[in-house]
């Protein structure tokens, strides 16, 4: 008898070991990282991804720094950023087509947010 729930107790550790595994390969495979850098000449207090299941933000990204912006897709979306300045100036990018998987950058400088992967 012991044998016997000594197996079980190993099947059952097994499985719910290799559907863990699979449950983290699936979300890693739905992640969108968008990748904001500050090339203006302002501080960045609020960036914004702006997706189809809703919305992701980073705050206070200095002058020559990065903020990864992190968030889950359930198939082809679109994505635009928004940075809003320390003088409440906002700019806005151009609406992007992505799915999961994808690693975008967006470059913010004075006037314009341009998009690239």
Do not use: W
């Amino acid at each position: 008898m012991k044998k016997f729930l000594t197996i079980v107790i190993a099947f059952i550790v097994l499985a719910g070991s290799i559907f863990v595994v699979g449950y983290q390969i699936a979300l890693r495979a739905t992640l969108v990282t968008v990748v904001v850098r500050n090339n203006s000449s302002f501080i960045i207090g609020a960036a914004r991804v702006e997706h189809e299941q809703g919305t992701a933000a980073a705050a206070n990204i200095k002058r020559n720094h990065t903020a990864a912006i992190r968030f889950y897709s359930k198939g082809q979306n679109t994505c635009k950023i928004s940075a809003m300045f320390d003088n409440n100036r906002t700019i806005y990018s151009k609406a992007r087509q992505i799915k999961p998987g994808d690693k975008i950058k967006g470059f913010v400088t004075d006037s314009a947010i341009v998009m690239n992967q």
